[in-house]
């Protein structure tokens, strides 16, 4: 399957050892975020609107602050008042000022002695609302005579004459749409909906702060990215960056949701009103529906033109995503991921960011991808179908490749796209034969990937073991591909290098674990940095052999010399050479700091076999293939890990997982027993490809492999439930309640 | 000093004359944002909000030390956000 451009062979890369966090994990030992405590903890509860949008007029907690145990009060009062811009935002969705934007908006917060006093003392603080009008629909939000969530909420990009809750708006496109779709023997049309999911991480939110009254403090946070904390808390705070020391926890799922603040800056606010002792708020699985970030809902206008022979002409789409009350959809993302995989000529992208009185959206896996691979893939199918075409055939006749104009602008370099839907044309799954009632689909889909700012250490333990340091915390496999990387860098055994994830004073800023960005960047910066070790152990090793550094060379974790003409010595390992640290120089160390570049570009494509239950409308799927180019896949369990959990993540969403909100606003199904992810039993065994075409710009040909995989699931269990039924849906869940009807009356569910 | 192609998305034409493509002269990232800063002041609160550029195809944070090649065609474009 490697199509491999990089010559290297490698002795460590692709081979499945054990996860260093394994043994932790599996006994109970790993420390996640409720699990930090230290001596003379308070515990903090938060204090939730139970109104879509009301104006606060009152709070009063004098009684609740008579109860014996309570240390601290906060409300909006205790925060600072000019805060402006994105700080501002970031404060308001914190906890409310004036008005409360969303059910479940924090209003207060208390610090006591147990959790137990502290949720009995949010009972009495009485809070006078007073009611507004909501809007909770994205199409609705967009009517002139909408709810206004937030006035004056649009920011520069806004047209004139738009609905107030825009906050932002996005066209772009290339070549002569017109023209395009008079090329076309079809042209299709139709309106796509996709209902807001939440990311679903088994782990809650969770931290404890501790903050002196000078503003220095700590706080141990599960988190996606630590200095992301420390940059927000400390702009919502006022506080200076380097006095706030932010260690994360081990964490248990993020999936972008964990890569913006929620519970933190309340925690130290506590901490500091009650003189600087350590607070801890855990939140429950209902403050984590109601008040975290989910990803947007979306409603979207697609068009595409097709040659009778399955040539894409041109596409247009205009998608309205809400974000939730402070802004912030994918929408942007979803423009440029919508007809990313495809070669055409003339394209046209608008795209609306719409206030709802939701809470604000996070990011959430490839984001807006899932989306926008929906409606896209989902209009394609119907034009194969239509004109009787083979949906692979059809993606290969149109896929992009290396030179290819992307279809929001840059050129892309080399890509996986073809290789990938040749591997899945391929695979036995996509010729089994189908009985009655069932149904095949194909969709794929497209992440862009991100490098970001990086900075990582590395050091010489005095055996010849190795200590790597990193700031992006393992949520995928991480430690155990960088660990790797390392082995293969040095040429030692994958046992003797550590891989350590620490805190914001010990290294340079680190954006988050997001973006599929950790093996990529962290590795390669940590390459960067071990080479510089290795330049050091040449040059000692020369002194000693009294020859110049050129002349010695680094192989299998040895310094040996380059040649006959550089001497005759005994290569040197790197066990020795450790051992002689303290006698030829003093410690060996090396560090790397930049904003990495050379992402490699990430597609996918998967097959989808679904059996519809005609009198109860549930679909079950029956299997499951995704084929994704990883570039090169430095831990394959891991790489299949990502593409597995990508694809239930987007069998949930396609099949079950929707934020329901009753009249008055609020969230009905706020826990697990209502808002339904998978669980093993829904699931059949996910077959996977890992097609490696190597990425040229990293030193072991890595791409981002965490995110592409939740994209295809939507459209291509939409296109196998089509196929199925011969009845088409446009709206996502496609639960059986919305399947069934669609089976009695035709209807698309939009 | 050598002039550059850069695109701009089509909503962003409201601060640049009507034009989604501009030639700049500059050698650097920097001297292309301040240049942009400069010529179309309408593009400051894009410019402040949080972009990304792809350099001849090459998707990145913004460098303003950062050479740009010969010839280069650069795409600003808004940070992205990863899950």
Redesign the interface.
């Known amino acids: 399957m490697a199509k491999d451009d990089i010559t290297k062979s490698f002795k460590f890369i692709g081979t499945r050892p054990n996860r260093p966090d394994g043994f932790e994990k599996v006994t109970g030992r790993a420390k996640y975020g409720a699990d930090i405590s230290a001596v003379g903890m308070l515990h903090g509860a938060v204090l939730r609107s139970p109104y879509a949008h009301a104006r606060i007029k009152s709070i009063n907690f004098e009684k609740a602050a008579k109860l014996d145990g309570v240390k601290a009060i906060i409300t909006r009062d205790d925060f600072p008042k000019d805060r402006e811009g994105e700080p501002l935002k970031l404060l308001e969705n914190t906890i409310a000022g004036e008005i409360a934007y969303y059910d479940g908006h924090a209003i207060a917060a208390v610090a006591a002695t147990s959790v137990f006093t502290a949720k009995e003392a949010l009972k009495e603080i009485e809070v006078e609302y007073e009611v507004l009008p909501h809007v909770i629909d994205v199409d609705e939000a967009m009517k002139p005579d909408a709810p206004i969530v937030r006035k004056n909420a649009g920011?520069?990009?806004v047209p004139e004459g738009s609905s107030p809750n825009v906050a932002s708006?996005?066209?772009?496109?290339r070549g002569d749409i017109t023209n395009g779709f008079d090329k076309a023997d079809i042209v299709k049309s139709g309106l796509f909906k996709t209902e807001a999911a939440h990311?679903g991480y088994i782990e809650p939110h969770a931290c404890m702060a501790q903050l002196d009254h000078n503003g220095q403090g700590e706080m141990w946070v599960c988190t996606q990215g630590h200095w992301y904390i420390r940059q927000m808390c400390s702009e919502v705070l006022d506080l200076e960056a380097s006095k706030l020391c932010v260690t994360p926890s081990e964490i248990g799922g993020g999936?972008?949701?964990k890569?913006t603040i929620f519970i933190e800056p309340l925690a130290l606010a506590l901490s500091k009103k009650s003189g600087g002792r350590p607070v801890k708020i855990v939140m429950s699985r209902s403050e984590v529906l109601r008040a975290t970030g989910p990803t947007a809902s979306a409603s979207m206008d697609v068009k595409i033109g097709m040659t009778k022979d399955g040539y894409l002409t041109a596409g247009c789409v205009e998608f309205r995503m809400q974000g939730g009350a402070f802004g912030?959809s994918?929408v942007?993302?979803a423009l440029?991921c919508a007809f990313a995989s495809y070669n055409m000529e003339a394209v046209h992208h608008i795209g609306f960011d719409v206030l709802a009185n939701r809470p604000r959206a996070a990011?959430?896996?490839?984001?807006g991808s899932p989306m926008a691979a929906f409606a896209v893939e989902s209009l394609i199918d119907e034009m194969c179908t239509d004109l009787d075409l083979d949906p692979i055939d059809v993606r290969l006749m149109n896929a992009v490749a290396e030179g290819s104009k992307s279809s929001?602008?840059?050129?892309?370099?080399k890509i996986g796209l073809i290789e990938t839907l040749e591997a899945t044309k391929e695979h036995p799954n996509y010729s089994i034969e189908l009985g009655a009632n069932q149904g095949r689909g194909v969709a794929a889909g497209y992440w862009?990937?991100?490098?970001?700012?990086t900075s990582v250490s590395v050091s010489l333990a005095e055996d010849g073991s190795v200590n790597v340091s990193v700031g992006t915390p393992d949520i995928g496999g991480s430690r155990a591909s960088i660990a790797l990387m390392t082995a293969e860098t040095y040429g030692i055994p994958y046992d003797s290098v550590r891989v350590n994830i620490l805190e914001t004073g010990a290294l340079g800023f680190n954006e988050p674990t997001?973006?599929?960005?950790a093996t990529l960047a962290s590795g390669k910066a940590v390459y960067e940095a071990a080479n510089q070790t290795i330049a050091e152990m040449c040059r000692r090793v020369a002194k000693k052999w009294q020859i110049d550094p050129d002349a010695v060379y680094w192989e299998n974790g040895y310094a040996k010399p380059a040649g006959p003409n550089a001497g005759d010595f005994t290569p040197i390992s790197i066990k020795q050479i450790a051992s002689e640290m303290d006698q030829t120089g003093g410690p060996i160390a090396g560090h790397h700091e930049s904003?990495i570049?050379?992402?490699g570009h990430s597609f996918g494509v998967h097959i989808a076999d679904v059996e519809v239950d005609p009198e109860t409308g549930r679909v079950t799927v029956l299997r499951y293939l995704v084929a994704q180019d990883a570039g090169r896949a430095v831990h394959p369990s891991y790489v299949e890990g990502q593409f597995q959990g990508g694809a239930v993540q987007g069998i949930g969403w396609a099949l079950n997982e929707e934020y329901v909100y009753g009249e008055d606003g609020c969230l009905q199904n706020a826990a697990f027993l209502d808002y339904r992810i998978p669980v093993a039993s829904d699931l059949p065994n996910i077959d996977t490809i890992i097609v490696e075409v190597p990425n040229p710009?990293h030193p072991f040909g890595v791409r981002g492999v965490g995110?592409t995989g939740i994209a295809p699931p939507l459209p291509a269990l939409a296109n196998a439930v089509a196929a199925a039924t011969k009845v088409r849906l446009r709206s996502l869940p496609m639960s059986p309640t919305k399947v069934l009807k669609a089976l009695k009356t035709g209807n698309d569910g939009c | 000093m050598m002039a550059v192609n850069v695109y701009l998305w089509a909503s962003l034409k409201k601060f640049t004359n009507d034009k989604d493509i501009l030639t700049i002269e500059a050698t650097t990232i920097g001297e292309l944002v301040s240049v942009l800063r400069r010529d179309f002041p309408g593009l400051k609160p894009f410019l402040d909000s949080g972009i990304s550029f792809a350099i001849n195809g090459e998707l990145s944070n913004p460098n303003s030390n950062e050479s740009i090649p010969d010839e280069s065609e650069i795409y600003i474009m808004q940070k992205l956000k990863g899950g």
């Open positions: 920011d520069f990009s708006y996005i066209e772009f496109g990311q999936f972008g949701g890569t912030g994918p942007s993302e440029q990011a959430y896996r490839a984001p929001y602008g840059p050129k892309f370099k862009m990937n991100h490098g970001g700012e997001h973006g599929s960005r904003s570049r050379g992402v710009d995110e």
